[in-house]
């Protein structure tokens, strides 16, 4: 068995993805064996492969840059293909008396002056943020000179971010140096614009200007500021990329952030597409990244493993000339570092998919202490509700990608179980509920990715006993509450997992529960309300239990009931106009 790349190709003969294998036999068959455990991304390259093609190489680094430069060559779909499509930014000082600096994509304004192009939006809107603080330009709408005096200052005057341009006693000249010094700023960089304005403060003071010479101070103290605020936490001139991927509904995006003699340089983000295996994704990922020409740093920092870091560290160092390392930190500053990436990843893809950043990391932090093999994106929690023998009832909630699925709901009345036994309702319910699925009802169509219960572990027990005779694989666990009727635990086979140090994941439990507690037990009241007003009904001689059931159904409510007519009445239960005209006095009576 030999190290390779292999080209899976479409019913046209197009190359559709790229891979490389350590052992290419063992690679390439994988693909066609277990199809239904694969994640959704392999499943459907899989479904669309008609034929394959491989080349056999020396080495596994070897195999490595013959994939990187393939990919670059075909761009297959199914590969992980990194466009840069953000465009060119640039710092743009608008002209007149009173300029503003800002940030924009387009450099055509002839009355404008531009600095750039970056590649970095993100690095020049920031710049631009902390130009502006740092200066205290004006940064509303108001048009200078025009507006000078026509109305009070705003909150940035007066919490000292703006110089108030639109109060008056600020000249063309003046506000032009402050301009200057701006400008001097973003295009040379804080240390050298200290160093001149350090020089101006003290050429100031000698000449008696100390009105001046304060203002240059306090802009000195604002520019060293700024520079500490970007400056990591350990102060160390730390050089290095730090990579972390983020997974919700079955997708994935990807967040780098760079940091350049201690200092946070750029920011980007990057949405994949389908979700596959993380490891490999990551490896994926970097190779695409740096391979149009990128710096590579000395230190690229991960939020996890890729398919060989040692390959990537030896491939990285040819491709960089200087040695690389590839490090998941555990502990300590790195992490802090990983975790800060993460946060964008999650934060960048929950505006991708709808969801908030929270409900995608309770998600991640559920699979995670479950030990599940994918984020439960279907989750589906069951309760049961009684008031004695006559109103037994459960409800099925169902949430999807953290959020309550209301097409999902569903009740059921307990048929079967005589008695007062939570553990048997609960088999009851789940057994019917798999059964539907199984016959291929529509109404439960869907297999849940995780299944919580409403209780402790002799529910979860109970059930088990349910799907090891269904064979039914599914994740099932239990909610403990607190004497505060809290969500304190998740039950499993073996005990307890405690949540209550996660507050996303805590929440996320604690509202799943009381949700499937307050559909379930509203349920059981209606129900119960309705069992009372059959019994009141069947007090009418000729209405039995079946014909009070067949009423309620039809009118609800006791006030529907009593707006009915002697022939409705008639229609609906069946019955006779003697009975009818009986029932209809008894409801206008009791009712």
């Known amino acids: 068995m030999r190290p390779g790349v292999y080209q899976m190709k479409d019913k046209s003969g197009k190359i559709i993805y790229i891979g490389k294998a350590k052992l290419l036999k063992n690679r390439v068959t994988s693909y066609f064996h277990a199809v239904e455990v694969h994640n959704a991304k392999t499943y459907k390259l899989v479904s669309v492969i008609y034929d394959f093609d491989f080349i056999v190489c020396d080495t596994e680094l070897d195999a490595l840059v013959l994939e990187a430069s393939l990919i670059k060559l075909h761009s297959p779909k199914y590969n992980i293909l990194l466009k840069d499509d953000k465009g060119f930014s640039y710092f743009r000082i608008t002209g007149g008396d009173y300029p503003r600096i800002t940030h924009s994509f387009r450099n055509d304004d002839p009355a404008s002056t531009y600095i750039g192009p970056y590649m970095s939006a993100w690095t020049v809107k920031q710049t631009c943020e902390e130009c502006n603080r740092i200066f205290m330009l004006p940064t509303c709408n108001k048009e200078f000179p025009r507006d000078i005096g026509k109305e009070r200052p705003c909150l940035n005057y007066h919490i000292k971010r703006c110089m108030g341009v639109c109060r008056g006693g600020i000249s063309p000249k003046e506000y ?74 079955g997708l994935t995006a990807a967040a780098v952030v760079k940091y350049r003699n201690g200092q946070l340089i750029d ?55 200087h040695k690389v390392g590839l490090a998941v930190p555990k502990r300590g500053e790195n992490l802090v570092l990983t975790t800060l990436a993460k946060s964008n990843a999650d934060e960048y893809l929950a505006l991708r998919v709808g969801r908030t950043s929270r409900e995608i990391t309770a998600l991640q932090d559920l699979q995670k ?29 169902t949430y999807k990608n953290g959020r309550p699925y209301k097409a999902g709901y569903r009740k059921f009345n307990i048929k079967d179980v005589v008695g007062v036994d939570d553990y048997a309702c609960m088999q009851e319910v789940l057994r019917r509920r798999f059964t539907h699925y199984l016959d291929g009802d529509d109404s439960f169509s869907e297999r849940p990715d995780l299944i919580l219960l409403d209780g402790g572990k002799g529910h979860v027990a109970a059930v088990r006993e349910v799907f090891d005779e269904m ?52 349920y059981q009241r209606r129900k119960h309300k309705m069992t009372q007003y059959e019994l009141e009904l ?54």
């Open 176 to 249: 032009g140096e402050m301009i200057a010094q701006a400008v001097d700023y973003i295009r040379n960089g804080s240390k050298e614009s200290v160093e001149r304005l350090t020089e101006e403060m003290n050429e100031a003071a000698e000449n008696l200007e100390f009105e001046k010479a304060a203002k240059l101070r306090d802009r000195i103290a604002a520019i060293e500021r700024a520079a500490k605020v970007q400056s990591i936490r350990s102060g160390k001139d730390i050089n290095c990329d730090v990579f972390a991927l983020s997974h919700n509904t």
């Open 267 to 321: 920011k980007e983000n990057y949405f994949i597409g389908d979700e596959g295996e993380p490891e490999f994704m990551r490896s994926e990922f970097l190779m695409r990244y740096y391979e149009n020409g990128r710096e590579i740093p000395g230190l690229i920092l991960l939020d996890g493993d890729t398919e060989d870091n040692a390959l990537l560290e030896e491939y990285f160092r040819k491709l960089a000339g």
């Open 369 to 397: 202490l479950l030990g599940l093999k994918k984020i439960p994106v279907l989750i589906e929690s069951y309760d049961i509700s009684n008031m004695g023998e006559q109103t037994r009832v459960a409800g099925m909630i």
């Open 471 to 522: 064979n039914i694989d599914v994740p099932l666990f239990g909610l403990v509450k607190d004497d505060k009727h809290r969500t304190r635990a998740i039950a499993a086979d073996g005990g307890e997992i405690q949540v209550n140090a996660n507050r996303n994941l805590f929440r996320l439990l604690t509202e799943i529960q009381d949700e499937v507690h307050r559909f379930s037990i509203n």
């Open 538 to 591: 069947t007090r009418v001689g000729g209405i039995g239990e079946k014909k009070a059931l067949a009423l309620m159904k039809e009118y609800k409510t006791k006030q529907g009931l009593k707006a009915a007519t002697v022939e409705q009445l008639m229609q609906t239960a069946k019955i006779n106009r003697e009975t009818a005209e009986e029932l209809y006095i008894f409801v206008q009576d009791a009712f």
